[in-house]
């Protein structure tokens, strides 16, 4: 048999981008979406932005990859990015795999977090100091790679690239740890819930002091949610309190070993991933 794929160029791909005829290109494969735009839960206008172009980048900014909670199984409109977060079926598709890619993403999520830094900088949302975020942003983006080029071959420099960018995912590993791995409340407290909605959300991780610098004062995650602003190195001295005190009122204080709340990271991340596979097996077998 012949081989049955028909390439398109980039030249064709531009042909097709007005509302009658809309192309759009994501991960290498072309896809005509001139009659399903309307059906787009996000809208017709974030597609006909795209129309004729490779829109890989995009579509995958615009779709969520982790989900903690059947509650979040819906598309959302985000207030700080503004737009809606679509939960379509490639969504359904990345959360059901959810406990396998976590880690693997984790460590180059420090991608995401340039990204978004650019995005906000040079958005029309009020920034701080935008001149001087810049400014750094340029420092920079000046000093990093002329170390990495610094490196004698082009073998040690992707590994340095990618070792800095895997160091760098354990903090975001120990952000999710932190959240992850405790009950997931959506929507607003209510009444004065507040403190008690911290209790409930947020763990703890145990370690001896001597470990207090590979975490960085966050395996106080509770403590520092109930005083943001005290000094990290202080979060430790507070702890005994913040206990007595959930102890007192009949709150649950939460507080597991590293290796443990990674391990009820996976289960959160898992139950949520059978729950997404399950609505995407049911559209499947729906639609056909």
Known sequence: MGDSKKYITAEELKKHNK???????????????????????GGDIPILNLAGQEATDAFIAFHPVFAVSSSLFKSLNSTFYGREL???SLAKFFVSYQHFTFYPIICVSRVNLF?????????????????????????????????????????????????????????????????F??????GQPKGNDWFEKQTAGTIDIACSPQMDWFF?????????????RLPRCQLRKISPIVQDLCKKHNLSYRSLSFFEANRWTIRTLRTAAMQARGMLWEAVNTHG
């Not at 991960?27 to 735009?37: L, M, S």
């Not at 990093?144 to 354990?170: D, M």
């Not at 791995?181 to 959506?186: E, K, L, N």
């Not at 966050?218 to 005083?227: D, N, P, S, V, Y």
Request: overall charge neutral.
């Open 216 to 228: 960085g004062g966050l395996q106080f995650q509770l403590e520092h949610h109930l005083f943001p």
């Open 181 to 186: 791995a405790a009950d997931v409340y959506v």
């Open 19 to 41: 509302r009658e005829d809309v192309w759009i290109s994501v991960q290498g494969k072309v896809y005509n979406v001139t009659d399903w735009i309307k059906q787009h839960p």
């Open 86 to 88: 679509t939960f379509d």
């Open 115 to 179: 990204v978004q830094t650019l995005l906000l900088l040079f958005s029309k949302r009020k920034v701080p100091d935008r001149f001087f975020n810049i400014l750094g942003i340029m420092v920079f983006w000046t000093w990093f790679p002329l170390l990495v080029l610094s490196l004698p071959n082009w073998t040690e420099r992707v590994l340095f690239v990618l070792t800095s960018f895997a160091v760098t995912g354990i903090q975001h590993v120990q952000f999710c740890l932190n959240h």
